[in-house]
Each structure stands twice: as structure tokens, then as C-alpha cells.
């Protein structure tokens, strides 16, 4: 089974759009997203449509958990809150229901899949030697996927630490006898300097997944920004990548 892993598309419909004509052209029978569907971009209802419509199976992110009223946006940056409160005020009331039945783990085909990590589904971020302990030692599967820190890479097990993949656009990982946990990078704001929207496409038969960058109209989404009156720095991040 071919499936796509996406990440923190963030309201970016341009983004996702381009994404998932990728998707389509490589053939994968499922979508699997790791959380933070809307905050920050201009079409959160858009958005959430067209991931329903892929038959996508989606996971809570904090962004997802904030425009639903699950949880406060005391933690929240600025930016982030101004973006969570103007989010929840242009959602109907079905999609926000939407958002709050979203589960914060999902489990299929080998794979548990969360937002953060397995142990704080949407809060921690899987970026320390802590946060990757956390993690394991709640992984029941061989496999998992995250998304939250909006970086590419792919967690190791390995022998008493943990080791790291960084893959570049259109590598190839095998995944081995080791525990993993494959993060594909964020579709509507990558933070790692590549403006491009980042998804990855796991090939269940072969046992590896492949990285993919993805340039689409930043112009666009920038608009959709700016005509929801959100926050200017919102839009000049997606032509920065960071
Ligand atoms: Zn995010």
C-alpha cells in the first residue's frame, strides 16, 4: 500500500492543493495527516473540506484543538493565538465538530500516528533526547509518524539513544528492524529554510518512505492571509521558511 503522509498544512489550500495532485500522480490509496489542519493560513473551512474529500485520516493538533474550544491558547505566541481566535470565528459549527471528534493518536496498518508525540499528543515536540524517550517508550507499533515541529526527518531507535534522518527532497529512507518514527515536514509553513510545501509518501510494500518538496503559489496563500486581515508576519514567513 502506497500512503501519503502530510503534516501541518495550517489552512494553506494552495499548499495542499499542490500536494495532493503530487499525491494523486504517485498513486497512494490513503492520506494520513498528523495534526494542525488550520492556524496561521486563510482557508481553514477550505481546507478542512478538501481533507475530507481526499478521504484523508486526520489526527488533533493544538492548532486543531484551539479553533475547536478544546484547550486555551494561553501557550500559544501571539501569532498563533490572534490566528486560533480568528480561525474558530470563520468555522461553522459542523467543522468545528469536526475538529473536536478528531482522535489525538490514530493507529492503522502498523503505524500510531500523533500530532506531537505518542506521550503528549499535542503539545510535546519530538525534537529532544526527552521528548524521543517519551515517545518510545509509549510506541506500541514498529512504526509511528508525527508532524508538529514542521521539519523533515525521521527518528531512530537506536541501540541505548536515538538517531536521525534528515532526508533532502526526493530521498528515499528504508526502513529497517529499528523503531521509527517519520515526520514528513509541514505542507502550508515549512520551517527549515525550504520555502516548499514538504509531504512524504510511504510505501508499505517496499518498506520505505520517500521525501517530497513541492513548490506552489506562495503568492496566493500570502493573499488569503492578508484577506482575513491576519497578522502581515503570517504571510512574509511562508516566503522565508521559517
Ligand atoms: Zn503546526
Known amino acids: 500500500m502506497k500512503v501519503a503522509l502530510i503534516a501541518d498544512v495550517h489552512a494553506n489550500l494552495p499548499a495542499l492543493e499542490a500536494v495532493l495532485r503530487e499525491v494523486d500522480r504517485a498513486g497512494a490509496e490513503a492520506v494520513w495527516s498528523m495534526g494542525d489542519q488550520v492556524g496561521y493560513g486563510g482557508d481553514p473551512g477550505a481546507v478542512i473540506a478538501r481533507l475530507i474529500d481526499a478521504g484523508a485520516s486526520c489526527v488533533l493538533g493544538n492548532h486543531d484543538a484551539a479553533a475547536a474550544g478544546l484547550i486555551g491558547t494561553e501557550e500559544f505566541n501571539h501569532l498563533a493565538a490572534t490566528a486560533a481566535a480568528w480561525t474558530a470565528s470563520v468555522l461553522g459549527e459542523s467543522t468545528r465538530a469536526w475538529l473536536r471528534g478528531l482522535p489525538p493518536v490514530a493507529e492503522s496498518d502498523g503505524w500510531q500516528r500523533a500530532h506531537g508525540t505518542l506521550h503528549d499528543p499535542t503539545r ?16 506500541t507499533a514498529r512504526w509511528s509518524a508525527a508532524g508538529h515541529t514542521h521539519i523533515p526527518m525521521v527518528v531512530w531507535e537506536d541501540g541505548d539513544g536515538f538517531a536521525i534522518t534528515a532526508p533532502d527532497d526526493g530521498a528515499t529512507v528504508a526502513l529497517d528492524e529499528r523503531r521509527a518514527c517519520v515526520n514528513p515536514g509541514s505542507v502550508g509553513q515549512p520551517r527549515d529554510g525550504d520555502t516548499r510545501a514538504s509531504w512524504a509518501l510511504l510505501d508499505t510494500a517496499a518498506g520505505e518512505v520517500t521525501f517530497h518538496r513541492v513548490a506552489y503559489d506562495i503568492g496566493a496563500a500570502q493573499a488569503r492571509i492578508r484577506a482575513a486581515g491576519l497578522p502581515e508576519a503570517l504571510a512574509l514567513r511562508l516566503a522565508r521558511g521559517r
Open 124 to 139: 510535546e515536540y519530538l525534537s529532544t533526547m526527552r521528548a524521543a524517550e517519551h515517545h518510545f517508550a509509549v510506541q
